[in-house]
């Protein structure tokens, strides 16, 4: 069973504009989020990571929230550019230790057109 | 540079041949991982690895196996190849895993005919 949900599925925007990925899960415990990027044929990269309640981060144009009350997380992308085309993974860990585990969206791709 | 090397990069083999990814990291992470990604699906964790000689089985084992003789070193081995074990297969490390940093390989790209 799919414990970690992403959407949209897929997402065409246009070179400057802005956009909202969302991850909704139901993973528990959770203890936190991650948000990674993967571009294509390549490795996951990770963005940002979300632990308490009601955490914000920011990674330049890449921000996040994170509400554990909803188990539901936001990727917000602002002035989207070319090379933000890539597929988008959530990921809830259920422990803060190595014995947890990681569970993995399958991912929003993103494409950026000029 | 802090990186997850993975080899080979593409890998065709026959159905029953016994195929070896391998995978090194250059940071002393003590956890590695391997996993798999299919398409629409999230990555499911094969093994993972907390040091050298400590290994344990993820959620979906069956058909795989792993060695882990140096903690730089974390090795996938599929004895007689199926089908359906093509894949992109990723190595991952992590310090101790949890809210630690993860690094991800490249991925291998496995098609079994």
């Known amino acids: 069973k799919t414990q970690v949900e992403q959407s949209p599925q897929s997402l065409v925007v246009r070179q400057g504009e802005n956009c909202v990925l969302q991850?909704?899960?139901?993973?528990?415990?959770?203890?936190?989020l991650r948000w990674f990027k993967q571009d294509t044929g390549k490795g996951l990269v990770s963005l940002t990571v979300l632990v308490h309640e009601n955490d914000k981060t920011s990674n330049g144009r890449y921000s996040a929230t994170l509400d554990k009350d909803a188990k539901h997380s936001t990727l917000h992308i602002t002035a989207t550019l070319l090379d933000d085309t890539a597929t988008y993974i959530c990921?809830?860990?259920?422990?803060?230790?190595?014995?947890?585990?990681?569970?993995f969206g399958a991912g929003t791709q993103l494409i950026v057109i000029p | 540079d802090m990186k997850v090397t993975q080899m080979p990069r593409y890998l065709i083999k026959r159905m029953g041949e016994n195929v070896l990814l391998e995978c090194g990291q250059d940071?002393?992470?003590?956890?590695m991982y391997w996993y798999r990604q299919d398409p629409g699906l999230g990555l499911q964790l094969i093994y993972i690895s907390y040091d050298v000689d400590s290994n344990s089985e993820g959620d979906i084992p069956k058909g795989y196996r792993v060695s882990r003789k140096k903690r730089e070193h974390f090795s996938l081995i599929l004895d007689s190849a199926k089908t359906n074990q093509t894949s992109v297969y990723f190595c991952?490390?992590?310090?101790?895993?949890?809210?630690?940093?993860?690094?991800f390989g490249s991925g291998t790209r496995l098609l079994v005919i």
């Open positions: 991952a490390s992590s310090l101790r895993g949890g809210q630690s940093d993860y690094t």
């Open positions: 991850c909704n899960y139901s993973v528990t415990p959770d203890n936190h």
């Open positions: 940071m002393s992470h003590e956890t």
């Open positions: 990921v809830v860990g259920d422990r803060g230790s190595a014995l947890g585990r990681l569970h």
